[in-house]
């Protein structure tokens, strides 16, 4: 992990409401860090590309399906460090409630399964995932910061008081 360089990236999650709960679909990656690991759609914003445009792309190259980057939601933008380092990775967290198509398995992703909150198997999806899913999906808008210790583990975490913007 190279924690001299800081990234930025967007982390979408797709939410449906069936019978009055929410569901979200969360996915394990095909490669990269960590392969095992379920979570949403995560990819590096590139360029002069904007966070809900980074998102969109994220979404099409990773799930197969399309959205309108109006229909985005911003819920939380999450700092990465390891220690008290300075963050190595920014992620600006969103909710994606409408879209087209069904999400499928790609070349970046596996097949994508679909969790009350209460069933997301928590010892099992990314860092801090668990955590973000918790405050967002009852629409809490937050800044946070995860503090990693060197296997990429959550040790600690910091947030504001939630925010009214992001």
Known sequence: MNTKTLSTEVLVFLVTLRKYQQRVALARKMSGEPPHLWNGYRSVVKGEETFERAA???LAEQAGIHIEQARLQRFAVAEYGVGKNRPFRITHVFLCRHWNGKPQKTTDMGHPSWFLFEEI???EVA??????????LIGEKLRIKFVLNDKQAVVDYYHDE?????
């Open 56 to 58: 969109a792309r994220t």
């Open 121 to 123: 198997p928590t010892k």
């Open 127 to 136: 860092p801090g995932t668990d955590i973000l899913l918790q405050r967002i």
């Open 162 to 166: 939630t925010v009214s913007n992001l």
